[in-house]
C-alpha cells in the first residue's frame, strides 16, 4: 500500500476556498455568539436594577400605605368622637 494520496488540483483548490469560506463563518457566528453573550449580561444586570427599583418604590407605596391607613383610622376616630360629644351636648 502506497502512503502517497494524489488530489486533483482543481478539486483540492475548491477545497480550500470552502474551508476558508467555513472558517470565516465561523468566525463571524463566534463574534455575533460574544456580541449576544454581552447583551444577555446587560440585559440581567438591567432587569436586577429594574427588580430593585421595583421593590424599593413596592416598600415606599407599603409604607405612605400605612401611613395613609393610619390616619384615615385616626381621623374616623376624631370624627366619632366629636359625635359623640355633639350627641351629649344637643341632648342636655
Known amino acids: ?3 502517497r494520496v494524489t488530489v486533483d488540483r482543481k478539486e ?4 480550500l ?7 470565516e ?5 463566534i463574534e455575533k455568539i460574544d456580541s449576544l453573550e454581552k447583551t ?3 440585559l440581567r444586570n438591567e432587569l436586577k436594577t429594574s427588580k430593585e427599583k ?6 415606599a407605596v407599603n409604607t405612605s400605605k400605612s401611613q ?3 390616619s384615615l383610622r385616626k381621623a374616623r376616630e376624631t370624627m366619632a368622637r366629636l359625635v359623640r360629644e ?6 342636655k
Not at 476556498?17 to 472558517?23: E, G, I, K, T, V
Open 1 to 3: 500500500m502506497s502512503e
Open 12 to 15: 483540492f483548490e475548491a477545497f
Open 17 to 23: 476556498s470552502d474551508n476558508q469560506a467555513l472558517l
Open 25 to 29: 463563518r465561523s468566525q463571524k457566528l
Open 40 to 42: 444577555v449580561s446587560q
Open 54 to 59: 421595583l421593590d424599593s418604590l413596592e416598600a
Open 68 to 70: 395613609s391607613d393610619e
Open 86 to 91: 355633639t350627641e351629649k351636648r344637643i341632648s
